[in-house]
């Protein structure tokens, strides 16, 4: 496996922390890979701005900083605008269609899905918006199995939204698969 370096970015409130945390459990836990996960927040917790790095590879991962993704997720425009610049040449840029505008050109192939119009229309309830994204990523790149967020979830998400959850992850999935990098 190549090293896959990652970004995800939105605002405080989205999930993007906890989404990443997710993934790189998985990955860790169920795919047997090194992953590390780091994050940073704007001023204010809810409404600000929110990154998440996180790393995965078959071998040891020395430095936890994400410079240049291979994956950069932007969940509003404001992190589009911030970093949209930073992904590596030929990278993959995902984004949510109802909250980002692609503006700049960037070498990367940009990838808009309605994730979020998507989980109102089918769910109803926005609060599974992160999981919708991490199978939208997954069903794009194959990075991991869903089998394997699946598995986090099921040790992380109370009992009484587990069906939510695992619904937001097959319509990411759906989406993503339509659109493979």
């Known amino acids: 496996m190549e090293r896959s370096r990652l970004v995800f970015s939105g605002s405080g409130g989205q999930g993007v922390i906890t989404a990443a945390i997710i993934l790189a459990k998985a990955a860790a836990i169920f795919e047997n890979k090194s992953a590390i996960q780091s994050q940073s927040y704007g001023a204010a917790a809810r409404g600000g701005s929110t990154r998440s790095d996180i790393i995965i590879d078959d071998s040891e991962i020395y430095f936890p900083k994400v410079i240049q993704p291979n994956i950069l997720v932007c969940l509003t425009q404001e992190s589009y605008n911030k970093f949209s610049a930073i992904i590596r040449p030929g990278g993959l840029?995902?984004?949510?269609?109802?909250?980002?505008?692609?503006?700049?050109?960037?070498?990367?192939?940009?990838?808009?899905?309605?994730?979020?119009?998507?989980?109102?229309?089918?769910?109803?309830?926005?609060?599974?918006?992160?999981?919708?994204m991490l199978g939208a990523l997954i069903g794009v790149s194959g990075l991991i199995k869903p089998a394997s967020i699946l598995k986090v979830l099921e040790t992380t998400i109370p009992e009484d939204f587990m069906e939510m959850n695992k619904k937001a992850l097959s319509l990411g999935l759906e989406m993503g698969k339509k659109e493979k990098y």
């Open 93 to 132: 840029l995902l984004v949510d269609s109802k909250y980002v505008t692609i503006e700049k050109k960037v070498d990367a192939k940009h990838i808009a899905l309605p994730m979020y119009d998507t989980v109102i229309k089918k769910i109803g309830k926005p609060i599974v918006f992160n999981i919708c």
